[in-house]
């Protein structure tokens, strides 16, 4: 059974950074790209950011670009998203998202808050 | 990046009664291998979303039968045969052909 465990957000202060981490398990982490999905209050679902399998292609979101890298660790398989700069707007549950087959989220992690306010 | 647009945003149901949500895609979803990368995910307050459909009409394992997904081109169409108390939740599509992939607004579906 594939389990997917989310931790680091919190409250952040505008201007701050953070990172997310996502630890999956059950399935072979090295062999699929992993992703990053937001939902911000009231709003709907978001991309923000995939990588491929050894981290070498890496596509964000045009809006998020200069402010939030996605990256991966194969030897602990974890999958990070680290944000800077943060903004009000960021304000949402961060959810790492698993497409183990093409164009499709086969996975889902239970999401981690992120809380941008003074 | 291509705006996907559902239809209605919110849809009042009545128990046992069919429903159907709409999406449309601002460009082709075909990709170059010959697939329509449009799914469906269902998703509850609290909950992680959940996918119903890949592919437009391929049933996730443990979906119920009452929920199919058919459509082509730029048009496809998520049809709940007989509403449950169970389905009450916002329903999104996403299109997974061209980078970023991207949501609908979502659905938000109720009694």
């Known amino acids: 059974e594939v389990q997917v465990v989310e931790s680091g957000g919190g409250l952040v202060q505008p201007g701050g950074s953070l990172r997310l981490s996502c630890v999956p398990s059950g399935f072979s982490f090295n062999a699929y790209w992993m992703g990053w999905v937001r939902q911000a209050p009231g709003k709907g679902l978001e991309w923000v950011a995939i990588v491929n399998q050894d981290g070498g292609e890496r596509f964000y979101v045009d809006s998020l670009k200069g402010r939030f890298s996605i990256s991966r660790d194969n030897a602990k398989n974890s999958l990070y998203l680290s944000a800077y700069n943060l903004r009000a707007d960021d304000t949402a549950v961060y959810y790492c998202?698993?497409?183990?087959?093409?164009?499709?989220?086969?996975?889902w992690g239970q999401g981690t808050q992120v809380t941008v306010s003074s | 990046d291509v705006m996907m647009t559902q239809s209605p945003l919110s849809l009042p149901v009545t128990l046992g009664q069919p429903a159907s949500i709409s999406c449309r895609s601002s460009?082709?979803?075909?990709?170059?291998?010959?697939?329509?990368?449009l799914n469906w995910f269902q998703h509850r307050p609290g909950h992680s979303p959940r996918r119903l459909i890949y592919r437009v009409s391929d049933r996730e394992s443990g979906v119920p039968d009452r929920f199919s997904g058919s459509g082509s081109g730029t048009d496809f169409t998520l049809k709940i045969s007989r509403v449950e108390p169970e389905d009450v939740a916002f329903y999104y599509c996403?299109?997974?052909?061209?980078?970023?992939?991207?949501f609908g607004q979502g659905t938000k579906v109720d009694i």
């Open positions: 460009q082709s979803l075909v990709s170059s291998d010959g697939n329509i990368y």
């Open positions: 996403m299109q997974g052909t061209h980078w970023p992939w991207t």
């Open positions: 998202a698993i497409p183990t087959s093409i164009g499709t989220v086969d996975y």
